[in-house]
Each structure stands twice: as structure tokens, then as C-alpha cells.
């Protein structure tokens, strides 16, 4: 009986795994893919619970120690192995990930990564900027560790003080309803989420609700308490959350940067989920045996290395590609395959078989003895002490590791940039206003007195092109005519960006000093429609709009429309295409940026991927960012194309 149900929850386990892939291949089509942690959560939480509970209905306590042991053996050895094997591969192939190595594999050893992430490390959806990290999606199994310590604890305290099974489910609900109101209430939008995402007060629900479910629904007591009438209704039931479910999963609406994934999304979700996980638990219907298949057996009884394989997989094969945006099928495929390769080597390797201490002892004896005899076995564990000794060597030197110096210039470049960057608004913005204040007194004026009162307003170094002072002749070595770099001093610009136009907004101040300029690491398009209208109901939303948007995900015609509406006809808004090659949705931006052009007349694409995909010495290593030299023909380009586009010239 009990086998039925875990085959069972294996193809539920198989549905998350395979949606949690989906989405780091392809966010764009797959936004809430990242919920199928949520499925692991509750069949965690519904499953150990069940054990507990059962253990005390049938003999009158839980074995906490056996329980432990039971798990670490189940656990440890993939998670190490997992961890050794990727240090290992950091030292031989990617040194600039040492940083910090020591920190993430001791916290994933003590169970603790999740919080160690939300002080040290780096949100769950930037993958640019020295952000690859390929231990980022441990945080989860952290969270079970840490559920697996304290639950028996905590059922432990239930089960004496509140006694009645309906006590305690009541009890389990209204700890997950308190979890997803945390949630909720710590939102802000605009703002990481990353103490929400990773916290495991915050994300207890999906444990609290399988919990719930397991007190409320065991399965050893659910054989003779159906009928056939009752299998009709779970057969609706059941299929009725599964569409929810998956309606949810691969739904834009669950977006993570978005709000309402935090405001309700994931815990209906995981609502979802527990009622599924219960109407698959039931002797009766059709979903057990619909769930239970081949496919779905090898990938559920495969989920844990799957989990922990395919971040390190996907990371260190899109840092050896430069063209993926050309060969997005290819290269998915190939990194399928790799993951499911490798899941099913360390799964044969670590978690079906067992090894003890006295086995581990016998094979190093055998390792080092001489005369060497080769055999199978002892290339198996030569294999593995080299890996052993190479990752620990990267482990134990870590900490005199650097974070690597192009990249972490890219850091604080941009992060000094933001911190100027309310400054240098403020200046803008005083002297917009200056201006236009001169310009409204000088027009009852004569032209002489005219020509006098806009003279005042301007910068020392902005003075009439025939004869006056130059103005950053520094850059016109990048392309940028001296007519050009005085034209833009007059041009009033309003721009949106995420950190590649953060990178360079000190340069584009410089060249534009009346821009607003309002860019940030990891933003996507679907916050620029109320970024717009924020600026243009304090009235600082300019004549002229830049958006460089697109880097970090693809955006619909629908966005763009809301844009439009905002912008409206009188203005005009250039958009900076994107050179991103290592992601999927470079091509399709561009392409939908270009048609867009014919259907609004007033938007214009700047094309910086034609002008710089091809050179590659602009750019930092994660082929995406400017480099000290890139971030100068990054501005120029954009002031000059705007300058031209704009008839200021």
C-alpha cells in the first residue's frame, strides 16, 4: 500500500523537476516554472508528518534518532558529491567562482545556505554581473534540512499539548496562513525579494500545508473509506488543481518579480498542490495510476539529482557558448541531455548505493598499495579522490580567492553609479526646470534679450557651436561628432534601463546633464509602464524617453502598448535593442523591437546590437555588460543616435 502512493507522488515529483528545468531554460515561455519547488515543499512536508503521525498512532512515539540517520544517508552523499564535483570543476575551469567557496559549501553542509544567501549572496533570478553562481539553487534543500531537524520537535510538542488530530491540523493551517501573510506583508515592489524567496519562515507554507494534509489525510487509513462515487468526485477534484496547477506553473501571471506570486500566487499554488498530492494518495480514481508510469517513475526516483545538477550544468555550458541566442534548441537539448546524464551517473553512483565508513576505508587501502593492480574499482575510487582532493583544495584556498577583477569592476562600477545617480537626477531635474522657467520669461522678450536669457542657462562649456567652448572632446574618439556632444547638452531626457545602462550612467550624465536617469540591476519591461507614469505624474516625464529594457527577459506588445500610452504622441521614445547572445530571447527582442517601429511612429530603435555584437573586446566576459571601453561607445552611440533621431542637431 504504501509503495502505491510514494510511485505515485514520484510523477508529481517528475512534473516539478521538469517544470523547474523549463524555466531556467526558457523564463520567457516558462515564468512560473520556478513553483515546482512548492510541489517539493509539500510532498516534504506531507510525508514526513504522515511518518511522524503514524509512528505515534501505532507505538506511541517517533525514533528522532533513526529518523536523522535515515535522512542523512538518503541526502548527504549526493549533496556532497555534488559539492566537491563542482568545486572541483571551479578550480580547473572557472577560478573567478572561488570567492566565497569555502562560505556556500560549509553553510550547505550545516543547512543554513538559504540564510547565508539572504545576507551574503546574490537573488535567485540575476544571472549576470559575476551572479552565475551554480550553488544558488541549494537554498531549498537547506530549507528541507532545516524541517527535517526541527519538525519531529515541533509534531513532538503538537502531539502532547494539542492532543486531538483536528487541533493539530487546525494548528498546521493557521502556521502556513501566517507564513503567507509574512510574505505578503514584507513585499515591496521594486525591491529584491530575496528575503522572501529564500526564507523559510516565509516559505513554510508549502511545508505547512502538506504537513496539514498529512494529519488531516494519512494514507494508511484511507483504504476503506471510499466508495466508487467518491473516486468520480476526486477524478474532477484531481483533475480540476492539476489544471490549476499547471495553468500557474507555465502562467507569465506568476512572473517572480511580479507581485502576485507574493501576494497569494505560490500559496494558492501550493493549495493546489496538497489537494492533488491528497486526491493521489487515495485508493480510489484515476490519478495514482495516471501519475504512476515509466517516464515519470525514472525522472521522480531521479528528482533530487536532477534538482541539484542542473544549475551547475547550465551555468558552466552557457559560460562556454557565445552564440546561444542563435541555437537556442541546440543547445537546450544539449543541456538536457547533460543534466539527465549526469543525474543518472551520481544517482547510480551515490544514492543507490550505500557506502559505509569500513567500504570507504578497504578502497583507500587498496587505492595506495603497491604494486598497483587496476581493476574497475580502483579507477572508481581514484576518480573520486582526485575529485575529492582537487575540490577540497579549492574549498580549503578559497578565502584567499579575489572576486574576479573584471567582474567585480563591473560591480562597483554599478554600484557606485547608483549611488550618484539620485544626485545627478536632482541636478537634472533643477536644471530642466531652470530652463524652462528662462525659456517661459524669455519669450515676451525681444530676440536679442532672448538670445541673452537662454545663454545664462547654459552649462560654462555649452556655447553656441561656432566659436564657443568644446565639450567632452574626450569622446570623440568613439564616433561622436563635437556637434553631436553639444546638441545633447540641450536634449531633456527621461530614461528607464536595467545594469547595462546602470553601467554606464555616469558617461550618459555626463553627456546628457539634463537626463533623468533611473536604471537598476535586473529590471525587466513590465515595471517601466509604472515607472513611466510615476515620472509623468510629478511632471518630470521629458520630451524624450529612453528605455534600454530586454536583457533580462523578453516583453509582450501588450507592455510596450501601455508604454506607448504613457509616452503618448507628442514624445518621442528610443529603445536600446540588446546584445545578450548567452540568452535565448536576444533575437526575439530585437526582432519585436524593429516590427514595433512600424506600428508606432514615434518610437525608435537604437540599435546597439548591430553596432557592437561583433566586438567583442567591449564587453565583460558574461558577453552582455560594456567593459571600461564599451561603456564609452555604449553612451555615444545612444546620445548620438538620439540627437540625430530628435533633429537637436
Not at 524617453?545 to 518621442?572: A, C, S, Y
Request: charge should be positive; avoid cysteine; aromatic fraction near 14%.
Amino acid at each position: 500500500m504504501k509503495k502505491r502512493y510514494i510511485t505515485g507522488y514520484a510523477g508529481l515529483r517528475a512534473l516539478a523537476v521538469i517544470g523547474v528545468i523549463l524555466y531556467h531554460l526558457d523564463p520567457d515561455h516558462f515564468g512560473g516554472g520556478y513553483l515546482g519547488v512548492p510541489v517539493f515543499l509539500v510532498l516534504t512536508g506531507y510525508l514526513v508528518t504522515n511518518q511522524i503521525m503514524a509512528a505515534y498512532r501505532n507505538q506511541g512515539y517517533f525514533d528522532i534518532k533513526s529518523f536523522y540517520q535515515r535522512r542523512f544517508k538518503r541526502l548527504y552523499p549526493p549533496l556532497i558529491a555534488m559539492l566537491w564535483l563542482t568545486s572541483a570543476y571551479i578550480v580547473l575551469f572557472q577560478r573567478n567562482l572561488l570567492n566565497k567557496l569555502y562560505q556556500i559549501v560549509a553553510s550547505n553542509l550545516l543547512g543554513v545556505y538559504n540564510w547565508w544567501q539572504i545576507f551574503n549572496g546574490q537573488s535567485y533570478f540575476e544571472r549576470f554581473a559575476n551572479n552565475e553562481s551554480p550553488f544558488t539553487h541549494l537554498w531549498t534543500i537547506a530549507i528541507d534540512w532545516q524541517f527535517y531537524l526541527l519538525w519531529p520537535l515541533v509534531m513532538a510538542l503538537l502531539v502532547k499539548f494539542a492532543k486531538k488530530r483536528r487541533n493539530i491540523f487546525w494548528v498546521l493551517v493557521g502556521l502556513s496562513v501566517l507564513s503567507a501573510l509574512e510574505m505578503a506583508l514584507l513585499f515591496r515592489p521594486g525591491q529584491d525579494t530575496s528575503r522572501i524567496y529564500y526564507g523559510t519562515d516565509t516559505r513554510f507554507f508549502s511545508l505547512g500545508l502538506g504537513s496539514a494534509m498529512a494529519v488531516l489525510w494519512p494514507f494508511e487509513e484511507l483504504d476503506n473509506r471510499f466508495t466508487q462515487k467518491d473516486g468520480v468526485i476526486l477524478n474532477w477534484t484531481g483533475l480540476a488543481t492539476l489544471f490549476g496547477m499547471l495553468l500557474l506553473m507555465f502562467s507569465p501571471l506568476m512572473n517572480a518579480q511580479t507581485a502576485f506570486p507574493y501576494y497569494g500566487g505560490m500559496f494558492i499554488f501550493s493549495f493546489f498542490v496538497t489537494v492533488f498530492a491528497a486526491v493521489i494518495a487515495a485508493p480510489v480514481g484515476i490519478w495514482n495510476r495516471l501519475m504512476t508510469n515509466p517516464v515519470f517513475n525514472w525522472l521522480g526516483s531521479r528528482s533530487y539529482e536532477i534538482y541539484l545538477y542542473q544549475f551547475p550544468v547550465m551555468i558552466f555550458f552557457e559560460s562556454r557558448v557565445s552564440d546561444l541566442a542563435d541555437h537556442v534548441t541546440l543547445y537546450r537539448v544539449i543541456e538536457i541531455v547533460l543534466i539527465l546524464l549526469i543525474s543518472e551517473i551520481t544517482y547510480r553512483l551515490f544514492e543507490k548505493k550505500r557506502y559505509t565508513s569500513e567500504g570507504i576505508r578497504y578502497n583507500l587501502t587498496k587505492l595506495f598499495q603497491w604494486p598497483v593492480k587496476l581493476s574497475k574499482n580502483w579507477l572508481k575510487t581514484a576518480a573520486f579522490f582526485l575529485v575529492f582532493l582537487i575540490g577540497s583544495s579549492g574549498i580549503i584556498f578559497s578565502p584567499l580567492a579575489k572576486a574576479d577583477n573584471k567582474d567585480g569592476a563591473l560591480i562597483k562600477t554599478i554600484n557606485d553609479n547608483s549611488k550618484q545617480q539620485a544626485e545627478m537626477n536632482k541636478k537634472a531635474l533643477e536644471s530642466i526646470k531652470s530652463s524652462r522657467k528662462a525659456a517661459k520669461k524669455s519669450s515676451s522678450k525681444k530676440s536679442k534679450q532672448t538670445s541673452k536669457a537662454k545663454t545664462k542657462t547654459k552649462s560654462k562649456t555649452t556655447k553656441s557651436k561656432s566659436g564657443g567652448k568644446k565639450v567632452n572632446q574626450e569622446f570623440e574618439k568613439y564616433g561622436i561628432s563635437q556637434a553631436d556632444l553639444q546638441a545633447a547638452q540641450k536634449l531633456q531626457v527621461t530614461a528607464i534601463g536595467d545594469s547595462v545602462m546602470a553601467s554606464s550612467s555616469d558617461i550618459l550624465h555626463q553627456l546628457l546633464p539634463h537626463a533623468v536617469i533611473d536604471a537598476t540591476v535586473s529590471r525587466q519591461a513590465d515595471v517601466a509602464p509604472q515607472l513611466l507614469q510615476s515620472y509623468a505624474q510629478k511632471g518630470e516625464l521629458q520630451d524624450n524617453v529612453l528605455i534600454g529594457l530586454g536583457t533580462n527577459g523578453p516583453f509582450t506588445d501588450d507592455e510596450v502598448k501601455q508604454i506607448m500610452q504613457i509616452v503618448g504622441p507628442k514624445r518621442q521614445l528610443f529603445w536600446i535593442n540588446v546584445v545578450v547572445p548567452t540568452r535565448s530571447w536576444q533575437n526575439q527582442v530585437n526582432q519585436q523591437l524593429q516590427t514595433l517601429t512600424k506600428k508606432y511612429k514615434n518610437l525608435t530603435v537604437i540599435d546597439w546590437y548591430g553596432y557592437a555584437h561583433s566586438q567583442s573586446s567591449w564587453f565583460y566576459d558574461d558577453k552582455t555588460h560594456p567593459n571600461n571601453v564599451g561603456q564609452n561607445y555604449y553612451s555615444t552611440y545612444i546620445v548620438k543616435e538620439m540627437v540625430r533621431a530628435s533633429g537637436s542637431n
